[in-house]
């Protein structure tokens, strides 16, 4: 494809389809293929704003709208998204690298969050108490917020902003998406399905774009919630600068998720379980395992057993049947993981399983890795310590599961860990002692289902309530306590 003939993506605003005024465009560009797929604007802090205002101006209507017609707009998107289940899942696929099947899973876990905040009319309902004095009564109610926005990473396209948006809508805000300028094309296909169900204009917004555009986000007056997922240090800088401008703020950052292999682990269920936690996605998850600690007997044939795994992985075009791993989203990226596996073996590690540059036929050009694998990872190293965002497991021997427990809990981030076991008592120990948000017990990918909050601690969540579930109905809800009498008197007289 040409440069000229590249599609120019639009923003939508206020119930339209726009070109941007942005003098500046990224490429959207395939990272198996290296082909340039479309030009993204990188819209001006002008552009945020008439979004914003739309935003606020469809709020007074919105918010007025019973919230029992509100989701039968979410009704039809589910069923607008299981239309063109498959389309969705091949965009991601093309843009972000995953397997289609690894997609076709995002995309279901975004329904999912659609489904459930259906529910919203029981989810939102108050509390209240008759007499709280004789006569007097108490009730709580929740309101919307107004406008809120999310702005998203590029590891989950289609979910992440569904993780927020569909609360938000059904509680009565309205809304704002800030997609990754790397992954735009997702949401170009969920707002042409959004378009189709003849929402109110104004009501919900698409604008392209990076700093520029996020921090008109941050800086809106208009702006009452902000959601994030994405790096700690954008994070940081994003949770300290809306909360500065007075905005409810929920920060999802960066990981380093631990697993730890006790020797009475079924081996074959663990090494399966974990080398999909490391190597899917090609290690792009935020709850991808990226540190394996053996006990005891465990290393040795834990060790021997992810080491075929990792090296039989099957790489390359996500679209092809076979594959089971796809590349990292950049060259950038790919060189940054190659240089950390490189410091890992100047810090000590031996590189047991070196996916360094691979040869993928036919697919040259694209940001390929194969799975990794360091053995003898000194626990204070930086390798043991960075967040690699690649398919890099890191092996460290430990003779104790006090030990083991210790470094999870050492660990800057707390977004996931997860324990491979048979005994009850050491399974309730790690669920009771490991500090994390996400724990897994024989699972490699703890990832909550729609029905539960999903946010990590320490330096993986800057915030307090957390994305999907009741937390989102309470994070895009005020509540307003009202305390109530009426005159006796007063009614007897006229009735
Ligand atoms: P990123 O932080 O680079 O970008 C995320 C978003 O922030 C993008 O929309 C981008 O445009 C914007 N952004 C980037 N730099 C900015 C800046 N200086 N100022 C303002 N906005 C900026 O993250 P990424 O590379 O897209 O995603 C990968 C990261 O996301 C990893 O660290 C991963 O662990 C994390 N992540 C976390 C979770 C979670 O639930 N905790 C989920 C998915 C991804």
């Not at 639009?10 to 340039?36: F, H, K, M, R």
């Not at 999310?150 to 979910?159: E, K, L, R, S």
């Not at 709850?287 to 790489?315: F, H, K, P």
């Not at 002692?433 to 330096?459: L, R, T």
């Amino acid at each position: 494809m040409t440069q000229s003939t590249l599609p120019i993506l639009q923003n939508y605003i206020n119930g339209q389809w726009c070109y941007s005024s942005a003098g500046e465009y990224l490429d959207v560009v395939n990272p198996a293929t290296a082909e340039i797929l479309a030009k993204v604007p990188l819209s001006t802090a002008e552009e945020l704003n008439r979004a914003a205002e739309a935003a606020q101006t469809a709020f007074s209507t919105w918010r007025r709208t019973p919230a029992t017609q509100r989701v039968q707009y979410l009704f039809r998107l589910k069923m607008l998204m299981e239309d063109q289940f498959e389309e969705l899942a091949n965009i991601i696929t093309i843009e972000c690298g995953k397997t289609l099947d690894e997609s076709r899973g995002e995309m279901r876990r975004a329904i999912e969050n659609v489904e459930i905040a259906c529910g919203i009319p029981m989810m939102m309902q108050g509390t209240n108490l008759e007499d709280i004095a004789s006569g007097i009564d108490e009730f709580m109610i929740r309101q919307p917020l107004g406008v809120a926005a999310v702005i998203a990473p590029f590891n989950f396209p289609g979910m992440i902003p569904f993780w927020f948006m569909p609360y938000a809508l059904a509680c009565g805000n309205t809304y704002i998406v800030k997609p990754s300028e790397k992954v735009p094309l997702t949401m170009q296909l969920v707002f042409q399905l959004i378009d189709r169900l003849g929402l109110p204009p104004g009501v919900i917004n698409l604008v392209n774009g990076a700093k520029e555009t996020v921090d008109a986000i941050l800086d809106h007056p208009a702006i009452r919630a902000i959601s994030f997922v994405g790096s700690t240090p954008v994070a940081r800088y994003i949770y300290s600068r809306a909360a500065a401008n007075g905005k409810r703020v929920q920060c999802q950052g960066g990981a380093k998720n631990p697993v730890i292999v006790l020797p009475d682990a079924d081996l074959e269920m663990t090494t399966r379980i974990t080398a999909d936690s490391a190597f899917g996605c090609a290690g792009q998850r935020c709850l991808a395992a990226s540190i394996a600690i053996t006990v005891g007997e465990a290393r040795q044939t834990y060790t021997e057993a992810i080491a075929e795994a990792a090296t039989s992985r099957v790489v390359g075009y996500g679209l092809e049947p076979s594959v089971q791993m796809g590349p990292v989203i950049t060259p950038q990226s790919r060189q940054r993981i190659e240089q950390l596996i490189q410091q890992g073996a100047e810090s000590g590690a031996t590189v047991l399983v070196d996916g360094r540059s691979p040869n993928i036929p036919g697919y040259d050009q694209g940001n390929f890795l194969r799975p990794t694998i360091l053995q003898n990872v000194d626990p204070a190293s930086e390798i043991a310590k960075t967040e690699i965002f690649g398919p890099v497991l890191s092996l460290i021997h430990l003779d104790t599961i006090d030990d083991a427990i210790a470094l999870v809990n050492s660990g800057q981030y707390g977004n996931m860990a997860c324990l491979f076991t048979n005994s009850g008592a050491a399974a309730r120990k790690f669920r009771y002692e490991a500090e994390a948000g996400n724990i897994g017990i024989n699972i490699g990918v703890a990832a909550p289902m729609a029905f539960f909050p999903f946010s990590g601690w320490k330096e993986s969540f800057f915030g307090d309530l957390h994305g999907q579930g009741q937390h989102a109905v309470e994070f895009f809800t005020q509540t307003k306590v009202v305390v109530e009498r009426w005159s006796q008197k007063d009614w007897s007289r006229r009735f």
